[in-house]
Antibody, heavy 115, light 112 residues
Framework: EVQLVETGGGLVQPGRSLKLSCVAS????????MSWTRQAPGKGLEWVAS????????YYPDSVKGRFTISRDNAQNTLYLQMNSLRSEDTATYYC????????WGQGTLVTVSS | DVVMTQTPPSLSVAIGQSVSISCKSS???????????LNWLLQNPGQSPKRLIY???NLGSGVPDRFSGTGSEKDFTLKISRVEAEDLGVYHC?????????FGSGTKLEIK
Protein backbone atom coordinates (compact mmCIF):
# COMPACT_ATOMS: atom_id res chain seq x y z
CA GLU A 1 0.00 0.00 0.00
CA VAL A 2 1.35 3.39 -1.00
CA GLN A 3 1.78 5.73 1.95
CA LEU A 4 3.02 9.31 2.06
CA VAL A 5 3.45 10.90 5.47
CA GLU A 6 4.25 14.60 5.72
CA THR A 7 5.71 16.28 8.78
CA GLY A 8 7.29 19.60 9.68
CA GLY A 9 4.41 22.03 9.49
CA GLY A 10 3.64 24.60 12.15
CA LEU A 11 3.42 28.28 12.99
CA VAL A 12 6.25 30.43 11.66
CA GLN A 13 6.82 34.17 11.47
CA PRO A 14 6.98 35.99 8.15
CA GLY A 15 10.48 35.98 6.68
CA ARG A 16 11.52 32.84 8.53
CA SER A 17 12.21 29.34 7.19
CA LEU A 18 10.66 25.90 7.55
CA LYS A 19 11.52 22.48 6.16
CA LEU A 20 8.89 19.88 5.39
CA SER A 21 9.53 16.15 5.04
CA CYS A 22 7.57 13.36 3.40
CA VAL A 23 8.37 9.73 4.07
CA ALA A 24 7.22 7.37 1.34
CA SER A 25 6.52 3.65 1.53
CA UNK A 26 4.79 0.94 -0.46
CA UNK A 27 6.50 1.65 -3.77
CA UNK A 28 9.96 1.99 -5.28
CA UNK A 29 10.64 5.61 -4.40
CA UNK A 30 13.45 6.24 -6.87
CA UNK A 31 11.25 5.17 -9.79
CA UNK A 32 9.02 8.22 -9.50
CA UNK A 33 9.01 11.95 -9.78
CA MET A 34 7.69 13.49 -6.57
CA SER A 35 5.81 16.73 -6.02
CA TRP A 36 4.48 19.14 -3.43
CA THR A 37 1.05 20.74 -3.79
CA ARG A 38 -0.61 23.15 -1.38
CA GLN A 39 -4.08 24.34 -0.47
CA ALA A 40 -4.71 27.61 1.33
CA PRO A 41 -7.62 27.49 3.83
CA GLY A 42 -10.91 27.35 1.93
CA LYS A 43 -9.14 27.71 -1.43
CA GLY A 44 -8.16 25.58 -4.41
CA LEU A 45 -5.06 23.52 -5.08
CA GLU A 46 -1.72 24.98 -6.20
CA TRP A 47 1.25 22.98 -7.45
CA VAL A 48 4.41 24.03 -5.61
CA ALA A 49 7.33 21.92 -6.83
CA SER A 50 8.37 18.71 -8.57
CA UNK A 51 11.60 16.73 -8.69
CA UNK A 52 12.70 14.01 -11.07
CA UNK A 53 13.49 10.43 -10.02
CA UNK A 54 17.19 11.05 -9.53
CA UNK A 55 16.79 14.54 -8.16
CA UNK A 56 18.70 15.94 -11.11
CA UNK A 57 15.98 18.35 -12.17
CA UNK A 58 13.51 20.46 -10.23
CA TYR A 59 10.55 22.59 -11.26
CA TYR A 60 8.67 25.45 -9.56
CA PRO A 61 5.97 27.99 -10.29
CA ASP A 62 6.97 31.65 -10.18
CA SER A 63 5.14 32.12 -6.86
CA VAL A 64 7.79 30.13 -4.97
CA LYS A 65 10.79 30.09 -7.32
CA GLY A 66 13.93 31.31 -5.53
CA ARG A 67 12.35 30.83 -2.08
CA PHE A 68 11.45 27.11 -2.00
CA THR A 69 13.74 24.16 -2.72
CA ILE A 70 12.56 20.61 -3.31
CA SER A 71 15.01 17.77 -2.70
CA ARG A 72 14.99 14.05 -2.04
CA ASP A 73 16.98 11.32 -0.35
CA ASN A 74 16.36 8.12 -2.30
CA ALA A 75 18.23 6.03 0.25
CA GLN A 76 15.80 7.19 2.95
CA ASN A 77 12.67 7.29 0.74
CA THR A 78 12.18 10.87 1.84
CA LEU A 79 11.11 14.02 0.03
CA TYR A 80 11.81 17.50 1.36
CA LEU A 81 10.63 21.04 0.86
CA GLN A 82 12.84 23.81 2.21
CA MET A 83 10.81 27.01 2.45
CA ASN A 84 12.63 30.31 2.98
CA SER A 85 11.45 33.92 3.21
CA LEU A 86 7.96 32.75 4.10
CA ARG A 87 5.02 35.07 3.49
CA SER A 88 1.48 35.13 4.84
CA GLU A 89 0.25 33.92 1.45
CA ASP A 90 2.25 30.70 1.91
CA THR A 91 -0.17 29.68 4.67
CA ALA A 92 -1.64 26.39 3.48
CA THR A 93 -1.82 22.67 3.94
CA TYR A 94 1.11 21.15 2.05
CA TYR A 95 0.64 17.76 0.42
CA CYS A 96 3.26 15.36 -0.83
CA UNK A 97 2.19 13.65 -4.05
CA UNK A 98 3.66 10.88 -6.14
CA UNK A 99 4.69 11.74 -9.64
CA UNK A 100 3.13 14.31 -11.90
CA UNK A 101 0.00 12.21 -12.25
CA UNK A 102 -1.14 13.16 -8.73
CA UNK A 103 -2.02 9.52 -8.14
CA UNK A 104 -1.30 9.43 -4.41
CA TRP A 105 -1.49 12.09 -1.73
CA GLY A 106 -0.41 12.31 1.86
CA GLN A 107 -2.63 13.59 4.66
CA GLY A 108 -0.97 17.01 4.47
CA THR A 109 0.83 19.23 6.97
CA LEU A 110 -0.41 22.70 7.87
CA VAL A 111 1.95 25.65 7.58
CA THR A 112 0.78 28.92 9.13
CA VAL A 113 2.81 32.04 8.45
CA SER A 114 1.86 34.74 10.92
CA SER A 115 3.42 37.13 13.40
CA ASP B 1 0.89 29.55 -17.77
CA VAL B 2 -1.99 27.28 -18.81
CA VAL B 3 -5.28 28.50 -17.40
CA MET B 4 -7.78 25.76 -16.52
CA THR B 5 -11.38 26.98 -16.60
CA GLN B 6 -13.65 24.61 -14.71
CA THR B 7 -17.46 24.80 -14.73
CA PRO B 8 -19.84 24.87 -13.03
CA PRO B 9 -18.50 26.09 -9.68
CA SER B 10 -21.14 24.06 -7.87
CA LEU B 11 -23.77 21.42 -8.47
CA SER B 12 -26.65 20.02 -6.44
CA VAL B 13 -27.87 16.61 -7.55
CA ALA B 14 -30.10 13.84 -6.30
CA ILE B 15 -28.83 10.34 -5.66
CA GLY B 16 -29.00 8.33 -8.87
CA GLN B 17 -28.77 11.31 -11.20
CA SER B 18 -25.94 11.86 -13.66
CA VAL B 19 -23.78 14.98 -13.84
CA SER B 20 -21.00 16.40 -15.99
CA ILE B 21 -18.20 18.81 -15.13
CA SER B 22 -16.26 20.71 -17.76
CA CYS B 23 -12.62 21.74 -17.81
CA LYS B 24 -11.21 23.86 -20.61
CA SER B 25 -7.54 24.74 -20.99
CA SER B 26 -6.07 27.89 -22.52
CA UNK B 27 -3.77 25.80 -24.71
CA UNK B 28 -3.55 22.26 -26.00
CA UNK B 29 -2.66 19.66 -23.37
CA UNK B 30 -1.12 17.25 -25.85
CA UNK B 31 2.46 16.64 -24.70
CA UNK B 32 5.38 16.23 -27.10
CA UNK B 33 5.30 12.51 -26.20
CA UNK B 34 1.79 12.31 -27.65
CA UNK B 35 0.02 11.84 -24.33
CA UNK B 36 -2.45 14.24 -22.74
CA UNK B 37 -1.79 14.76 -19.04
CA LEU B 38 -5.20 15.81 -17.81
CA ASN B 39 -6.33 14.36 -14.49
CA TRP B 40 -9.48 14.58 -12.39
CA LEU B 41 -9.40 14.52 -8.60
CA LEU B 42 -12.07 14.31 -5.90
CA GLN B 43 -11.60 15.89 -2.49
CA ASN B 44 -14.20 14.62 -0.03
CA PRO B 45 -14.91 16.99 2.90
CA GLY B 46 -11.96 17.16 5.28
CA GLN B 47 -9.91 14.71 3.23
CA SER B 48 -6.90 14.80 0.94
CA PRO B 49 -7.62 14.74 -2.78
CA LYS B 50 -7.69 11.39 -4.53
CA ARG B 51 -7.23 10.78 -8.22
CA LEU B 52 -10.20 9.55 -10.21
CA ILE B 53 -9.06 9.81 -13.83
CA TYR B 54 -5.64 10.16 -15.45
CA UNK B 55 -4.64 11.00 -19.00
CA UNK B 56 -8.15 12.17 -19.87
CA UNK B 57 -10.00 8.88 -19.71
CA ASN B 58 -8.14 6.25 -17.69
CA LEU B 59 -9.84 5.16 -14.48
CA GLY B 60 -7.65 5.29 -11.38
CA SER B 61 -7.09 2.24 -9.23
CA GLY B 62 -10.21 1.29 -7.28
CA VAL B 63 -12.34 4.03 -8.82
CA PRO B 64 -15.90 2.95 -9.65
CA ASP B 65 -16.79 2.83 -13.34
CA ARG B 66 -19.57 5.33 -12.66
CA PHE B 67 -16.84 7.87 -13.30
CA SER B 68 -15.68 8.52 -16.83
CA GLY B 69 -13.52 11.10 -18.55
CA THR B 70 -13.60 12.31 -22.14
CA GLY B 71 -12.09 15.05 -24.22
CA SER B 72 -9.08 16.11 -26.22
CA GLU B 73 -6.76 19.05 -26.90
CA LYS B 74 -8.35 21.83 -24.81
CA ASP B 75 -11.80 20.56 -23.86
CA PHE B 76 -12.42 17.90 -21.22
CA THR B 77 -15.38 16.47 -19.32
CA LEU B 78 -15.85 14.35 -16.23
CA LYS B 79 -19.13 12.46 -16.07
CA ILE B 80 -20.57 10.81 -13.00
CA SER B 81 -23.34 8.35 -13.72
CA ARG B 82 -25.74 7.39 -10.94
CA VAL B 83 -24.40 9.73 -8.28
CA GLU B 84 -23.99 8.22 -4.82
CA ALA B 85 -23.75 9.92 -1.43
CA GLU B 86 -20.01 9.26 -1.22
CA ASP B 87 -19.46 11.36 -4.34
CA LEU B 88 -19.99 14.64 -2.51
CA GLY B 89 -17.02 16.95 -2.33
CA VAL B 90 -14.94 19.15 -4.61
CA TYR B 91 -13.82 17.97 -8.02
CA HIS B 92 -10.60 19.37 -9.47
CA CYS B 93 -9.06 19.08 -12.90
CA UNK B 94 -5.29 19.43 -13.19
CA UNK B 95 -2.96 19.52 -16.18
CA UNK B 96 0.56 18.11 -15.99
CA UNK B 97 1.54 18.61 -19.62
CA UNK B 98 3.05 22.07 -19.21
CA UNK B 99 5.12 23.48 -16.36
CA UNK B 100 3.81 25.05 -14.19
CA UNK B 101 1.20 22.39 -13.58
CA UNK B 102 -2.13 24.11 -13.03
CA PHE B 103 -5.47 23.27 -11.45
CA GLY B 104 -9.01 24.27 -12.20
CA SER B 105 -10.84 26.28 -9.55
CA GLY B 106 -12.91 23.29 -8.47
CA THR B 107 -16.54 22.17 -8.65
CA LYS B 108 -18.41 21.56 -5.41
CA LEU B 109 -20.89 18.70 -5.66
CA GLU B 110 -23.70 18.64 -3.11
CA ILE B 111 -26.29 15.93 -2.68
CA LYS B 112 -29.94 17.05 -2.61
Amino acid sequence: EVQLVETGGGLVQPGRSLKLSCVASGFTFNNYWMSWTRQAPGKGLEWVASITNSGGSTYYPDSVKGRFTISRDNAQNTLYLQMNSLRSEDTATYYCTRGYGFAYWGQGTLVTVSS
Amino acid sequence: DVVMTQTPPSLSVAIGQSVSISCKSSQSLVHSDGKTYLNWLLQNPGQSPKRLIYQVSNLGSGVPDRFSGTGSEKDFTLKISRVEAEDLGVYHCVQATHVPFTFGSGTKLEIK
